[in-house]
């Protein structure tokens, strides 16, 4: 009975802290989005799925990366965040708020599962509370609420996979589950294969590989993967051209910024000077060297798994900052908390509470910060009427020379890209770019220009 009464405290206490969580990040929140244009062109992936119009969009948007820079991004994202996206946006259709609302849903349903995940490590309340409210409490994830990206999603179907992986009992249901959510979470961002890497770590711990039920997960993943391929655009052909550019000098330099980003999850630092950075990141990742010493035999399969997740980062020519390493963070921060109590034991406690209080500070300063600053780029007033005007005045097949080609799609319908081409109909430029003189200027705003070819 009593063991009941804890639990019934527990998860109340949990429910209350995610919906503070879920207060700050909608002080975080506007309508409208920044300039940032990811987010386009999975709502146009989303638009495109309903309409039944996937191959149109594939075409228009391979043109549009193919005459952009190098990295801009892909022809089409995978399907998964575009099809978790289908709901709401079927039902409100663009409605900001809305939409991130429901995406930072996922980041709230990441932070329910992992009190069971760390009970299956057999960690102590001591050590899963603190990492509860630290990954909880992060002002990179409460931030985040803000932006319609697929990372969010992501970060819950990896923790959902490790979840159904490691905490449920053996069964064929489970071998099932666990190769459709890896196939899933591979199908919002193709990093979700390595949980394949913990998966064969945990098969090998707990001796379940000479079991042929064990290799259910591989099968139905790669049956679902030669489906989505049969199927669907191969909206990724263009990453093959990209993987070309890799060198050892763009390994280093992501390797010197993932250091530095392991010591920025901990502390805002825009004000701070660089080697002071590197000290805190030093800092923390000595600690965590001494949590992955004293972490449980159970978490074995974890240390492989962040580590080649880790090591695709480095290997990826295209640094995406915190974000991209949103699903390690809650195991980065279990590394943490042991390696604080290894470390200073009796008065681990204090150093836990005063790491909260920090952290804590950190959201509340940036959740009131965004509260009074609007991070609309996109729909402003100005904007409205620039769309309007292409929409209403111009053809629909124009093709308009823009620095965000994806976000003047999703809002006008006319195609658009970065560089010069023999097809380009119009340019829209910031008045502020440098440019020369005409007298075909179709359309002044205080901050652009359209203009005829």
């Keep these: 009975m ?7 405290k527990t998860n109340l206490a949990l429910a209350g802290f995610v919906f503070f969580i879920g207060i700050l990040a909608w002080l975080c929140m506007d309508p409208g989005h920044s300039w940032d244009d990811d987010f386009a062109l999975y709502l146009e992936q989303t638009n495109a799925i309903l309409s039944g119009n996937l191959w149109q969009l594939y075409d228009l948007n391979r043109y549009a990366m193919d005459w952009s820079g190098d990295t801009t991004g892909p022809y089409l994202y995978p399907m998964g965040f575009p099809i978790l996206l289908l709901p709401v946006v079927a039902i409100s259709g663009l409605n900001w708020l ?18 069971s995940i760390m009970r299956t490590f057999e960690l102590q309340p001591k050590t899963i509370y603190p990492v509860i409210f630290l990954v909880g409490i992060n002002y990179h994830f409460v931030r985040f609420g803000d ?10 179907f990896i923790l959902l996979a490790i979840y159904w992986a490691i905490c449920r009992p053996s069964s064929l249901l489970k071998q099932v589950i666990v190769g459709l959510l890896i196939f899933f979470a ?26 042929a039920r064990s290799y259910l997960p591989y099968f139905i993943f790669v049956g679902c993967w030669l489906l989505s391929r049969w199927l669907l655009p191969a909206g990724d052909s263009n990453h093959w051209a990209w993987l070309q550019q890799i060198s050892w000098q763009s390994i280093g330099n992501n390797a010197g910024w993932y250091y530095q ?48 997740y880790l090591a695709v980062c480095l290997c990826w ?32 406690n204090l150093i836990l509470a005063g790491l909260s209080l920090f952290c804590l500070a950190q959201t509340t300063i940036t959740c009131y910060y965004y509260s009074t600053k609007d991070t609309n780029e996109v729909a402003t007033a100005e904007m409205q009427t620039v769309y309007t005007f292409i929409q209403q005045e111009l053809p629909p097949d124009a093709i308009i020379q823009f620095q965000k080609p994806r976000t003047l799609r999703l809002f006008t319908g006319r195609n658009s890209c970065q560089k010069n081409t023999a097809e380009l109909t119009h340019i829209l430029r910031h008045k502020n770019a440098i440019k020369t003189p005409t007298d075909k200027i179709l359309l002044q705003t205080p901050a652009y220009e359209l203009i005829q070819l």
């Design 186 to 211: 591979y199908w919002i961002k193709p990093l979700g294969i390595v949980l394949f890497m913990l998966l064969l770590v945990e098969q090998y711990r707990t001796k379940r590989l000479l079991h």
């Design 98 to 115: 809305v939409i991130k609302v429901y995406c930072f849903l996922f980041f709230l349903g990441g932070i329910c599962l992992l009190p």
């Design 317 to 348: 020519i295209s640094f995406q900052g915190m974000r991209l390493i949103f699903p390690i963070l809650p195991f980065v921060v279990v590394y943490v908390v042991l390696g604080i109590q290894y470390l200073f034991e009796q008065r681990s």
């Design 147 to 156: 932006l319609i990206y697929a990372d969010l999603p992501f970060f819950f």
């Design 261 to 308: 980003l392991l010591g920025n999850y901990w502390c805002i630092f825009k004000p701070l000077p660089e080697w002071l950075q590197y000290g805190i990141a030093t800092f923390f990742v000595a600690i965590i060297g001494l949590g992955i010493a004293k972490a449980p035999e159970k978490m074995a399969s974890l240390l492989p798994f962040c580590i080649a």
């Design 2 to 8: 009593q063991l009941r009464v804890l639990i019934e």
